[in-house]
Nanobody, 125 residues
Framework: QLQFVESGGGLVQPGGSLRLSCAAS????????IGWFRQAPGKEREGVSC????????YWQDSVKGRFTLFRDNTQNKVYLRMNSLKPEETAVYYC??????????????????WGQGTQVTVSV
């Protein structure tokens, strides 16, 4: 049975850090591009970052460049999103999603095939 799970969210103070994980069972992440998206209350889901199977990374939000790092560990079948210097406006549910192929990253959520249930990130004092 295929399962796709995010973890690592929580409550953090402004300026703090979190590391989100994306794991799969019954499914190999290694051969898929993996995207991270977030959805804040009352807002549309937006693409944050994506990593291809070969490890190329792109960040779609200029605001996260230099603070977020996306990387994958193919030996563990996991993808990680390290987030530093978090801001209150980044409070959202964060989702990982598997693309339909290995080397194509898209900021459009419709281009992704499998989704996790999301993990809540709250940045607040």
């Amino acid at each position: 049975q295929l399962q796709f799970v995010e973890s690592g969210g929580g409550l953090v103070q402004p300026g703090g850090s979190l590391r989100l994980s994306c794991a799969a069972s019954g499914f190999t992440l290694n051969y898929r591009a993996i995207g991270w998206f977030r959805q804040a209350p009352g807002k549309e889901r937006e693409g944050v970052s994506c990593i291809t199977s070969s490890g190329s990374v792109m960040y779609w939000q200029d605001s996260v460049k230099g603070r977020f790092t996306l990387f994958r560990d193919n030996t563990q079948n996991k993808v990680y999103l390290r987030m530093n210097s978090l801001k209150p406006e980044e409070t959202a549910v964060y989702y990982c999603a598997a693309g339909r192929n290995s080397e194509a990253c898209y900021s459009d959520s419709k281009m992704y095939e499998f989704w996790g249930q999301g993990t809540q990130v709250t940045v607040s004092v």
